[in-house]
């Protein structure tokens, strides 16, 4: 029958009739419905199977806390697992799938489970599955992910988007029941900056889910009346489908805005959910309660579920789990569910309550002072069995049974600080303490105040105050008259009879035997047992488990509850997807590129681009015929060494560096001397840290007596600039001296080899004399290019040819690389990428990233004369420690195979010949390694203990992970030019 | 030696300016701007001050400030530091020009292609700044100016008129991602 629990009114829309289907089968709904109310709709109790012992289950709860009705929704790769069906929207098409059973939900084999529970108690799997140990990876564990967990992943790519966002107020207020709508009105007339949040659909908490709340309007009207006014106020931001899941430090919270969870796929371009952090200046937390259960041997069975999610299902959704309920309560809160559903014709079995004192009633029986003692009913609730009064027993058949053990403030946010709640004996419940900063306050039932009338007044009232903190004047606006019944209620945790199993965490399977299983074990700190039951974990976290275990824990010990306290609470207050916090940030939007300057002109050639940082460099350059990278390299390589190539060196650091004592600056952020480096000329410098090791080398070039560029390697460019900023500031603020990047500003190319002098000519304007007496090695200056193109050239060389870096403004730089290229024609210019780069200046036997690794001294480098002892300079004393300086410490040397076939590789390490290859007889290791042309070989450079002293030696190179162990000559790291004439021609 | 001039390409890789338009918002790639960086000598603020209003009217704001004069715009950096925005049309060597005025009581740095400028306009570009910035970009009034991280990327965000018209400074490498996340941005809300 199509919707045979299907009751009179609610707040669906019964002209928008939905279909959906579960487990394959199809049914009907409301739009306004969730997944949850139009299962119940259609009778259907049984949703999942438990964790461990895959239990029938039903849906508990009317909410975020649901611990049981979790779903695999939708299909393909948008399915998502342990989707709470309370908390889905039903739209037109919906599908969702039972989890964790098999083959099917009503017949599951693995239910095997629970008739073996006597072996599956708390912390079984550290008891039983010990041995032989090998069998734990693949056997054991395999077993249990199969038999036990909640849904499946599909292994697909999320085909969703998600945005991140930022958000500024002067008051969040988290909840939108009666107390968060007063604080809004509040807030909102007064003129401040206002977000309501609202993690449902609509606003209103409980007001949309009781009756007769207000005394003199219906609860639904007065919040579509604050609403109303609230869209109308442009300081006033209304979110709903909106979580506030952590709150952080200085005011700052966490909050996922589900803006196409209610549609079957999100709009093109449109994300699926919003990440957004909220800067409050105030917070005021009115997330209400959860109600509690109370346990009894199998409490846990479709159909048993909280009072108060019984009473929003009628009241809102209009729906009945069953035509015949029954209540066990503790509190006058129960019976209400009682009245709204027998007000709504639904058949009121019995209204069981362990108190003696309790309300009485014409329409149903009240059984006070009575107990549930046990349940039956295979794959849904059939009847209870109640323990009256007197002692005696009776079967009550019922198709769903209301728990009200009591309700528990929503303290989490107010405790994701560190915070701790204190437990308030009064109304039997943990209460948040006083934040003491004031950022966040609270409000209603979050607070502890369960009536109408004192949630709405306490809502407003801290609404002011926290304005009042603002300086904003704010006043309580008039408010509805509201019911104001006081709390009633005994504590009544859990029934203290049968031997059967009582269920405390629904989700994680945990039972009032396994607490008490903890406790014999010695698992007596609340922090253990939870981790040694596993009691409060997964998706629910334990909203509606905790404080029963807390109470059943202080028991066994002799303790209050007080003394037993709470575990720590953290964020995320409900489950966020891990795409939301990605964000956009995933695949190639993980992280914004760079580009260089001619990158448009070297992607039209082919090249080959690799990561280094953010940037995308040329690799190297392949041209027709050539099928592996060795072929373009050598080919680069042997063009600069033979005619002229080109390369974009743009991402080398630049760092302008001006003012008076811009010299003297530099001398001391060099090790060596910069004082008297003449206008118009570079200076290769080397920078230590304090601790005496290089940080990074590069050139400075001086433009003007106050006016120096300094280039870093590309990976340090950050790093340089960030520790030249520190010493400007921090050490010597009384130097004037001003840095800025200029990393971007100059497109710059290296134009390398025998030719590059004759190519530039072509392209620098005649007024320049680039000849090898007016511009020598080492020379600088401003100049202009191509009819007056303002440049920079410095005469350098990476990669030990007569070499040049020319710069321009960035945007023409694709042009110049087009330049140079068709003026290079008659010299056959190459252009060459980054792995030429690295074999040319290996052959040279420069240091680069490899050899700067954080770990080296300028005497590793073969730089140690280099660290001036006439000036003081960053890290010059720590240089000197002895350690540092001994003289058979590491030195840069170049290698060799002997065998000139056989290929050294980078990481290798150097052990002497017969020495067993372990730790204690290393002797160095391999930093660069490149097959040379030029040489005709692999060749290597490599830091080698004493390794100035064994140059024409022998050395073992070793890598036990590649299988290498060859025999190599050590050398100068120079295998090219090692006077440096090739540079001065 | 060389005849023919070089021809500039913009932040983006193309010969004209890439101009978007995504429901009412439209996003331009400015390349008209010429910037220079001006950073005052150690204790020489006040005669810098008084040497550029002097010669060109230009008044260095305070942080999070912008100021106008004539052509020019000029933007709080740091402490003691601006940014100066000129048309590039009238001021083609803009940081010789500067350095002219400022002489010795300032460092001038040119800064024109270290920068990608997107000019921003639309009927409400807050929601768009909201998913790009930890800016209260709805406070922001015409004027202000202030530098905020978008996607990593380290920029300069300059309010013209309050929630319809902004100008976005970022590092010239990333313009094709930094253009890319605005235009995202743009796509999520239109």
């Not at chain 1, 209620?489 to 199993?501: A, D, L």
């Not at chain 1, 994680?508 to 607490?515: A, C, G, S």
Request: charged share 20%; with cysteine.
């Amino acid at each position: 029958m199509s919707q045979k629990n299907r009751l009179v009114g609610g707040q669906i829309d019964r002209s928008r009739p939905l279909s959906f289907a579960f487990d394959g089968k199809n049914y009907e709904g409301y739009a306004g419905d969730t997944l949850a109310s139009a299962l119940l709709a259609n009778d259907v109790r049984l949703m999942g199977r438990s964790f461990k012992y895959h239990r029938p289950r039903g849906v508990f709860s009317a909410g975020s806390e649901e611990p049981n009705a979790l779903v695999e929704l939708r299909s393909g790769a948008r399915q998502e697992p342990n989707t709470r069906a309370t908390m889905t929207e039903l739209y037109d098409g919906l599908t969702a799938m039972s989890q964790n059973r098999f083959p099917s939900l009503r017949f599951d084999m693995l239910a095997f489970n629970d008739a073996l529970s006597s072996f599956l108690s708390a912390g079984f799997y550290y008891k039983t599955f010990m041995w032989p140990p090998a069998f734990w990876e693949k056997l054991y564990e395999p077993a249990i992910r199969r038999a036990a967990g909640l849904g499946r992943l599909s292994g697909k790519e999320d085909p969703d988007s998600y945005d991140k966002g930022f958000l500024h107020c002067d008051l969040l207020i988290i909840g939108s029941g009666p107390s968060g709508l007063a604080a809004a009105l509040t807030a909102g007339r007064a003129g401040a900056e206002v977000i309501l949040a609202e993690e449902d659909v609509v606003f209103g908490g409980r007001l949309l889910a009781e009756q007769n709340l207000l005394t003199e309007q219906c609860g639904n009207e007065w919040v579509s009346d604050v609403i109303g006014e609230l869209s109308s106020l442009p300081n006033v931001r209304l979110m709903t489908r909106t979580t506030i899941f952590g709150q952080y430090d200085h005011g700052i919270f966490g909050a996922v805005e589900r803006v196409s969870d209610h549609l079957p796929e999100p709009p093109a371009d449109k994300p699926r959910q919003i990440l957004w952090r909220i800067y409050a200046k105030r917070a005021l937390l009115a997330a209400g309660a959860t109600e509690r259960p109370i346990t009894f041997e199998n409490n846990d069975r479709p159909g048993v579920m909280l009072a108060g999610a019984m009473r929003a299902y009628a009241n809102r959704w209009a729906v009945t789990a069953s035509t015949d309920i029954a209540i066990f309560t503790n509190n006058d809160d129960g019976h209400r569910t009682a009245w709204d559903l027998d007000a709504k014709g639904v058949n009121i079995a019995a209204v069981i309550d362990s108190r003696m004192d309790t309300p009485s009633s014409t329409e149903f029986e009240v059984l006070s002072g009575a107990q549930i003692l046990d349940s039956h009913g295979r794959l849904g609730l059939r009847s209870v069995k109640v323990r009256l009064k007197d002692g005696s027993t009776r079967e009550i058949s019922c198709g769903a049974l209301g728990l009200s053990g009591g309700w528990n403030p929503n303290v989490h946010l107010a405790c994701h600080k560190r915070g701790r709640p204190v437990w308030n004996e009064t109304i039997s419940t943990f209460v948040p303490a006083s934040s003491g900063d004031h950022l966040l306050r609270i409000a209603g039932a979050a607070a502890g105040i369960f009536s109408t009338h004192g949630a709405l007044h306490s809502g407003a009232e801290e609404a002011v105050k926290a304005l009042n903190d603002l300086d904003v004047s704010a006043h309580v606006p008039e408010l509805p008259e509201a019911e104001d019944a006081p709390v009633k209620i005994t504590p009544f945790w859990y029934v203290k009879s049968g031997k059967g199993r009582a269920w405390l965490d629904l989700q994680n399977d945990v039972t009032v035997k396994d607490v008490q299983l903890a406790h014999q074990e010695g698992f007596r700190s609340v922090e253990h047992m939870k981790r040694y039951t596993t009691l409060g974990m997964a998706t629910d976290q334990g909203k509606t488990a905790n404080v029963g275990a807390l109470a059943l824990l202080a028991e066994l010990e002799g303790k209050t509850i007080t003394e037993i306290g709470t575990t720590i609470f953290r964020p995320p207050y409900t489950p966020v997807s891990m795409g939301t916090f990605a964000g956009r940030s995933r695949g190639k939007d993980f992280r914004p590129y760079r580009l260089t300057p001619s990158h448009k002109w070297a992607a039209e050639q082919g090249a080959v681009f690799v990561e280094a940082g953010n940037w995308l460099r040329a690799q190297w350059f392949p041209t027709q015929g050539e099928t592996h990278w060795r072929q373009s390299v050598d080919r680069e390589v042997l063009a600069v060494r033979k005619s002229v190539g080109a390369c974009d060196v743009t991402t080398l650091g630049k760092i302008d560096v001006q003012g008076a004592d811009a010299a003297e600056f530099l001398n001391h952020i060099y090790c060596n001397g910069f004082a008297k480096l003449p206008v118009g000329k570079v200076r290769y410098g080397l920078m230590l840290r304090e601790d005496g090791l290089a940080m990074d080398d590069g050139t400075a070039a001086r433009l003007a007596e106050d006016h120096f560029v300094v280039t870093t390697t590309t990976a340090n460019a950050v790093p340089v600039f960030r520790h030249m900023e520190f010493y400007r500031q921090c050490l010597w603020p009384g130097l004037d001296v001003q840095l800025i990047s200029t990393t971007e500003a100059w497109a710059q190319f290296a134009v390398a080899g025998p030719n590059a002098r004759k190519l530039l000519q072509k392209v620098i304007d005649p007024a320049y004399d680039i000849s090898n007496e007016a511009f020598p090695y080492m020379a600088c200056g401003e100049i202009t290019v191509c009819g007056d193109l303002r440049a920079r050239l410095f005469r350098i060389s990476f990669s030990g040819e007569l070499a040049y870096e020319i710069a321009v403004p960035t945007r023409y730089g694709d042009a110049l690389i087009r330049r140079l290229m068709e003026a290079g024609k008659e010299f056959d210019i190459t252009p060459y990428g980054t792995e030429a780069l690295g074999v040319l200046r290996i052959e040279k036997g420069h240091a680069a990233g490899n050899e700067l690794n954080g770990q080296s001294t300028a005497a590793m480098l073969g730089m140690g004369r280099m660290v001036s002892q006439k000036k003081d300079s960053i890290g010059r004393v720590l240089a000197g420690r002895p350690y540092l300086q001994r003289e058979d410490d590491y030195r840069l040397v170049g290698l060799k195979p002997v065998n000139s076939k056989e290929t050294i590789l980078a990481g290798a390490h150097l052990m002497t010949a017969g020495d067993t290859v372990n730790a204690a007889n290393d002797q160095g290791w391999v930093t660069s390694a490149a097959y040379s042309p030029h040489v005709g070989s692999s060749i290597a450079l490599a830091f080698l203990k004493n390794g100035e002293a064994r140059h024409g030696g022998m050395i073992r190179i070793v890598s036990p992970l590649d299988n290498l162990d060859i025999e190599g000559e050590v050398t100068s790291p120079h295998f090219i030019d090692p006077e440096g004439d090739r540079l001065r021609v | 030696m060389s005849e023919q001039l070089l021809a500039p390409l913009t932040a983006l890789g193309n010969d004209t300016p890439v101009v978007v338009t995504i429901g009412g918002i439209t996003i331009c790639e400015n390349p008209d701007l010429t910037i220079a960086s001006l950073a005052a000598r150690k204790d020489r603020g006040a005669e810098l001050h008084s040497k550029l209003q002097a010669d060109t009217k230009v008044q260095l704001p305070d942080p999070g400030k912008m100021m106008f004069a004539e052509d020019v715009a000029a933007i709080w950096t740091g402490v003691e530091q601006w940014l100066l925005l000129a048309p590039i049309s009238s001021h083609p060597d803009y940081a010789a020009e500067v350095k002219t005025v400022v002489a010795d009581s300032a460092s001038v740095t040119e800064q024109t292609d270290g920068w990608v400028v997107f000019d921003i306009a639309g009927n409400n570009l807050i929601p768009m700044l909201e998913r790009l910035c930890n800016l209260n970009s709805k406070a922001l009034s015409s004027g202000e100016a202030t530098r905020c991280l978008i996607e990593h990327l380290g920029c300069l965000i300059i309010c013209r008129e309050s929630g319809r018209e902004f100008t976005i400074l970022g590092p010239r490498s990333s313009a094709a991602s930094l253009h890319h996340s605005l235009v995202t941005a743009a796509k999520s809300i239109a």
